[in-house]
């Protein structure tokens, strides 16, 4: 069982940048894959990007290839998602989910935060 909570949203004018933190609690956040998702209002919730539990594996949407990078720090139990170039398109909720093998598909996740507010917007 993990425990996940988002942090790091916000308003941001286009073509700028935020990070997102995802702080785990417990003692395997290390043996899990992590991923972001995010669903805008009317929008069914979609894959962003993913890491393995080593951090040596990635994968990311074709939408923010190049302008999105996900890391992870295992001792500080925490995944990040820094965001840069952002669009309006961008805007949405963001959520992590922990994984037991890396998945790019919401049913590959077995665990979930409770989601943060990215609004990219002049």
């Known amino acids: 069982q993990v425990q996940l909570v988002e942090s790091g949203g916000g308003l941001v004018q286009p073509g700028g940048s935020l990070r997102l933190s995802c702080a785990a609690s417990g003692r395997t956040f290390s043996t899990y894959a992590m991923g972001w998702f995010r669903q805008a209002p009317g929008k069914e919730r979609e894959f962003v990007a993913a890491?393995?539990?080593?951090?040596?594996?990635?994968r990311y949407a074709d939408s923010v290839k190049g302008r999105f990078t996900i890391t992870r720090d295992n001792a500080k139990n925490t995944v990040y998602l820094q965001m840069n170039n952002l669009k309006p398109e961008d805007t949405a909720v963001y959520y992590c989910?922990?994984?037991?093998?890396?998945?790019?598909?919401?049913?590959?996740?077995?665990?979930w935060g409770q989601g943060t507010q990215v609004t990219v917007s002049s």
């Open positions: 890491i393995s539990w080593s951090g040596g594996n990635t």
């Open positions: 989910a922990a994984a037991y093998s890396l998945a790019v598909v919401p049913g590959g996740y077995s665990f």
